[in-house]
């Protein structure tokens, strides 16, 4: 083999060195979990737009500063579905199917899929039975919940979806997309030519 | 056999040295160039960066050690996120026993086995190639992860629940499991190639009782390997199957068990132990006798030892289990067990000190490492004699006083030999001898080092302070003895910084080494150093245990291998009478496009269930092509 001179070789194993620190860097500033989030941050994720009928508006400059974190953040998404259970959610909305409440996973949004509706549905409650969970949860936590569930309804499963409980789960897990499986037409479509499926 | 006539075909009778070498250089070497170079199957050319990667791999585990030494420094340190923190004691632990201890010491045998058993390459030497490329992929996947923030972050033995599909978000628990199956492929390949090699290469002669202790130990080693690592990957690829696809392996609530993975897990992780150590026990014999000037005492109990050991190893995996509620039967059993393999160590230790005892040592690098071994590897022997114990395990399970005794095993056990190894072995593998002056430094930096950065961890475990926290509160008595334990592991770094500055100024102006730098007795110090690559260019014919020193004035050898081609002599198992002449398989870079395909198909399965089917398809391509027919017939005689 060819025998590079000592200068060289040195060069090439600091630059190689210096490329590989520098990859270290950027992979690790790449989506860091935060156990807690700073107070500025925590209160722009308060700032939600919302149009005047409260049904959805435009996300908050943090979301954006943030890197869009709550939609597609396996960390963030899973802590959704823990505190899914955390909040009581079941309650009402059973594993996603609903119950008193309505699925999250029919293919049936009632304020449209939006996270910033999702947010505030969560966060301000809605008529017929909704509460508000303002006072009870962090904005944070209310964005990681909404992510979980937007997730949940979507009809193929990201990447970062979560897997399975251990429990007798009766639907299968976020990551094998339940809502394409449990996609429901409803009774009658009010606009046929969009068609039945999702 | 009219075509296979001597005279049609050139042998190696009666021809000259000069010649010789000059025919059998021709039919052994690779060409020259990047391409061939991949395409090698030389067991010494693999071995050696088989070594090499898995010392980077040391480097970097050891950099990871210094940072959670730094975290641990003082209380309430800020220097690392309990986040990154528990990826670096995954990394850590994950690294060093798969990507260094297992891969080192296989390693280790693909080198030296065939030179000890007087043959010229390795059994399957193509499945040799691919079982590197395999793991370094692995090696890289599991570093390129950490480099990405999404290295595991479970423990090296990944737990469910806390891996499982519910506690362990994101890719970061898959990644662990396909690095398991990456490595665990290349350490099952390397077993298959390491007891055909030992079964049916060994030279005319050497009957099994004339077996190196080496071999023998990397034999017993590599059927712990293949008994124990079907256990692990059955485990790591339900755990991915758990994750990705909703099977229920490890969900208790679907009729699956949580425990079930701790069985798995550690039906391998025991056996995995001794995987380690073996192979050092063997170099300990080895190295012993040539710095006595004597035969090893007690070949036979050796041995006896060495096979006890392998299988009383498969019946201690659950004293990792004592605190998980099991019946009292079977905490008593392998309490029992637990300790009972005691007894053969203890043989092997007394068969160590009776070959001092009677001989005449010569304190050079080596034996200075030999004689480390002894005494840390019986301090760890000592607190898992103590540990094995129900009672006492159930106090100090999950403290610092484990980790102290598994390094005191694991450093103590296989490092110390391994390094007394590579002072043995590197002027064989290089042609040049490393420096005595260094190696002592290097030594004795090494042995304090270790000593005062973890024997104060028996005593830090035995004040309460757990394993795996990333920082503690200074109210409680730690700070003192974890700033002086930081600060020792400085001395351990330099040590093995010394180490490396050694190996690399001796690679290039050590001094020339002749074949027998140290005047040994086994077959690899019959050739030239470093070896050409036919190895031998007659195979030896061994009479004797110690075959250089019962055979001073000429080796006696075998002639009638072909030179046009590769070949070499199969033997009888027990008593290795020659059977016939085998070719031997030529380079091929299909190994390395079989890895590439391999790779890609693990590395999709982490994300999407449907990688394994496509997969598939490459990876058929690239076997097709491995195994594609020669042409010529293959031939035997």
Redo the contacts between chains.
């Keep these: 083999m060819k025998q590079y001179p000592v200068a060289v070789r040195l060069a090439s194993a600091a630059g190689a060195v210096v490329v590989l620190a520098m990859a270290a860097y950027v992979g690790w500033a790449r989506e860091p979990r935060t156990f807690r989030l700073p107070p500025p941050l925590q209160a722009g994720l308060n700032d939600i737009k919302l149009m005047a009928s409260g049904i959805g508006g435009a996300p908050p400059e943090a979301f954006f500063a943030m890197g869009k974190p709550y939609e597609a953040g396996s960390f963030e998404l899973s802590q959704g579905k823990r505190l899914y259970s955390w909040f009581g959610c079941a309650a009402c909305h059973g594993d996603g199917q609903g119950g008193k409440g309505p699925s999250f996973i029919d293919g049936w949004w009632l304020y449209g899929p939006g996270l910033v509706s999702i947010v505030a549905s969560i966060r301000d409650g809605r008529p017929h039975g909704m509460p508000a969970f303002r006072d009870k949860m962090t904005a944070d936590e209310i964005w990681q919940l909404a992510g979980y569930i937007k997730s949940l309804g979507a009809y193929s499963a990201h990447l970062s979806a979560p897997g399975r409980n251990d429990d007798k789960s009766p639907i299968p897990a976020e990551n094998r997309a339940p809502a394409e499986i449990l996609f429901d037409p409803g009774p009658t479509p009010h606009h046929p030519d969009q068609g039945p499926t999702p | 056999m009219t075509k296979d006539d001597p005279i049609l075909t050139p042998r190696d009778t009666d021809i000259a040295d000069a010649e010789l070498h000059a025919r059998l250089m021709r039919t052994w070497t690779s060409p ?1 160039g990047l391409w061939a ?1 991949i395409a090698t199957v030389d067991h010494k050319v693999i071995a050696r960066r088989y070594i090499a990667t898995a010392f980077v791999f040391l480097i970097l585990g050891g950099i990871l050690a210094l940072a959670m030494r730094l975290q641990l420094s003082r209380p309430e340190a800020r220097y690392i ?4 923190y528990n990826q670096i004691f995954t990394m850590h632990g994950t690294n060093m026993m798969f990507l260094f201890a297992v891969p080192v010491m296989e390693a280790m045998a693909v080198y030296l086995v065939p030179l000890m058993v007087g043959t010229r390459n390795i059994a399957f030497p193509r499945l040799n190639a691919f079982s590197y490329w395999m793991f370094l992929g692995g090696g890289l996947l599991l570093w390129l992860s ?4 999404t290295a595991p972050d479970v423990g090296w033995f990944a737990y469910v ?1 806390l891996s ?3 506690y362990g ?3 970061r628990a898959d990644l662990w499991a396909q690095m398991i199956t990456f490595t665990e492929i290349a350490a099952l390949a390397v077993a298959v190639e390491i007891v055909v090699t030992v079964f049916k290469q060994r030279a005319p002669g050497m009957s099994l009782d004339r077996v190196p202790v080496l071999v023998w130990a990397m034999l017993v080693m590599a059927f712990l390997v293949i008994f124990a690592m079907p256990a692990i990957m059955f485990a790591s690829s339900t755990l991915i199957l ?5 099977t ?1 392996f ?5 009729g699956g068990d ?1 425990l079930l993975w701790q069985h798995l897990f550690w039906f391998f992780g025991h056996p995995e132990v001794y995987i380690i150590f073996l192979p050092a026990v063997g170099m300990v014999s080895t190295i012993l006798p040539t710095f006595v000037r004597r035969p090893l005492f007690g070949y036979m109990l050796l041995v006896g030892a060495l096979i006890a050991t392998g299988i009383l190893s498969f019946g201690l995996w659950v004293h990792h289990m004592f605190v998980t509620g099991l019946p009292r039967v079977g905490e008593s059993f392998f309490t029992a067990s637990s300790m009972a393999i005691a007894l053969p160590a203890g043989a092997q230790i007394f068969c160590w000190l009776a070959t001092i005892w009677a001989g005449k040592p010569v304190f050079r690098v080596p034996f200075l490492f030999v004689l480390g071994f002894i005494v840390t590897f019986v301090l760890g022997g000592l607190t898992g004699v103590m540990v094995a114990s129900l009672p006492f395990d159930t106090q100090v399970h999950d403290t610092y006083f484990v980790v102290a005794h598994f390094h005191y095993v694991l450093v103590g056990g296989a490092v110390f030999p391994l390094l007394g190894a590579v002072y043995y072995w590197f002027p064989k593998m290089t042609g040049r001898m490393m420096s005595e002056r260094l190696g002592k430094l290097s030594f004795w930096l090494i042995f304090a080092g270790f000593h005062l950065t973890f024997f104060p961890m028996h005593i830090l475990g035995l004040i309460g302070m757990p394993r795996r926290i990333y920082t503690y509160q200074p109210e409680l008595p730690w700070a003192g003895l974890n700033l002086f334990v930081s600060l020792s592991s400085l001395v351990l770094a330099a040590g093995f910084l010394v180490f490396f500055i050694d190996v690399v100024r001796s690679r290039r102006s050590g001094l020339p080494a002749g074949r027998n730098p140290w005047g040994a007795s086994t077959l690899e110090w019959a050739t030239a150093s470093p070896p050409p690559a036919y190895n031998f260019a007659h195979i030896p014919v061994v009479f004797s245990r110690e075959p250089l020193w019962d055979e001073k004035d000429a080796l006696p050898v075998t002639s009638g291998l072909r030179t046009d081609r590769r070949e070499l002599l199969v033997t009888s198992l027990a008593a290795a009478i020659p059977q016939a002449r085998e070719s031997v398989p030529e380079d091929s870079l299909w190994p390395f496009f079989a890895a590439l395909a391999t790779s890609a198909m693990l590395i999709g399965s982490i ?1 999407t269930p449907w990688a394994v089917v496509w997969g598939a398809f490459p990876m058929a391509v690239t076997l097709i092509g491995w195994f594609w027919p020669k042409g010529t017939k293959e031939e035997m005689s």
Excluded: T
């Design positions: 020259p170079a996120s309990p986040d990154r950490f480099a990405l923030d629940p499982g599909p519910e978000p994101g890719k758990d994750r990705l696809v909703g229920q490890y969900n208790p609530a679907k949580a994300f």
